[in-house]
DNA sequence: TAATTATATAGATCTATGTCAAATGTTGCT
DNA sequence: AGCAACATTTGACATAGATCTATATAATTA
């Protein structure tokens, strides 16, 4: 589920905004509430998104690798709609939103750029709806690793072998399942052979049966 | 879940644009793959969207009612993303995105205005993943209630008398359960004395206890 | 290194919701 | 009106995944 940018984009970006800024695991970029003024490009490490319900639920609402971006849910009003948080130390380049237009002048493509990434934001959150709202647990974890693998690999890492940067209670939270489930899930997508897990370590023996498992509905 | 535009800006874009066009029932606008050029403001009526994937398997993404706007979507490429049909017979507002940079003249807060609705689907479309990811039956069906119920009201109607524009089999569809489960829960909610259904016809009786169904998890 | 705490796996039940089947109601068509 | 096609409701039963419990493994701290 790509929202990336072009890597060169965001380097030249970050060279004119020049507002790199390291976090670790487990520190709030921000939370829901904070004012807006500014989206995020992640430039290393990981990062997810999530939102507190009234009566303190909390759902993931994405997880976020180097080069993709995000805060766009923050641009209709003056404060952020969701909480972001690091999974492990990274670094994010800030764009602040205010400054967008002046920065258009440099980079003309930028404002359709912008339109273009939040549209892509909308395809993957509608993709996911059909995630949720239609496949088993095997179908939900089988998509999770794929869409992994098909970002890791247009960052030109390896797409057999992952190293995931979140904890089982967070595929959980994200794809609405229990941890149990999950584990359970990752132990037999494994005895059938399709992948090897160790931990957070995942190898990928089988795509073309992992995209089937895509598919599989409850 | 509000991603409305004011009537008024919708009527001054009708009057620049002159492209209202009528759908009838089951109609539909346009299809994925369809060239995208244009969003889509409702001025009557209602409308879904809805997904197909390779296997054929459909997930409704939203249901826009008056003054919602749709399609955007389609703007990081060349064709739509989802197909949209109407639910009864429907006017929209088509809005070509190409004319977008002319009609940001005219009217000036335009651009920030789309970046606005996007950012609010956004949001919506994250509620909608908290409610398919950790809520049960009940808490769904509650929670797409207290949605209707809501945006009816921003359009000077009824917050109590809703006439469903969609079929049960929509509805289950869209949040991920059969229409039995969709149903039974109407049934329940109904013998509880919280609402009063008659096939389409809901009369909400007690949107406090509603709200507090929205907030069931499973 | 041991002690402590978090994280992951695994087994045994329970339950909400799916599946199947049938009855009833609604809508459109001739 | 009468029929056909479709939509909704209701009941009986099956099951995927939740819950509860226990254990094992990894990470963190003393």
């Known amino acids: 589920m790509p929202l990336a940018m072009d890597v060169k984009d965001i380097d ?3 060279k004119i905004i020049q507002r790199g800024r390291p976090i670790q695991s487990g520190e709030h970029l921000y939370r829901a509430g904070d004012v807006f003024s500014s989206i995020y490009a992640v430039r290393s490490g990981s990062i997810k998104t999530y939102l507190v319900d009234d009566e ?3 759902q993931i609402t994405g997880f ?3 080069g ?3 805060g766009f849910d923050g641009i209709d009003n003056t404060d952020h709609g969701c909480n972001v948080v690091a999974l492990e130390t990274s670094t994010v380049c800030e764009i602040p939103f205010n400054r ?3 920065l258009t002048l440099q980079i003309p493509t930028l404002q359709r750029h912008f339109s273009q990434l939040m549209s892509r934001q909308i395809k993957s959150d509608h993709q996911m709806l059909l995630t949720l ?6 179908g939900r974890v089988a998509t999770l690793l794929s869409s992994l693998s098909h970002r890791y690999s247009r960052r030109k890492l390896s797409p057999n072998a992952l190293r995931l940067p979140m904890s089982r209670m967070d595929i959980g939270n994200f794809l609405g399942l229990t941890i149990e489930t999950v584990s359970r899930t990752f132990s037999r997508l494994q005895k059938e052979n399709i992948i090897d897990v160790d931990g957070r ?5 089988n795509h073309d049966r992992l995209n089937e498992i895509c598919h599989k509905n409850r």
């Open 68 to 70: 993709e971006v995000l």
């Open 12 to 14: 030249r970006l970050d």
């Open 201 to 205: 370590e995942v190898v990928i023996n």
């Open 56 to 58: 303190g639920v909390e």
């Open 64 to 66: 976020y690798l180097p």
């Open 133 to 138: 709202s239609k496949k088993n647990a095997e």
């Open 100 to 102: 967008l237009e002046e």
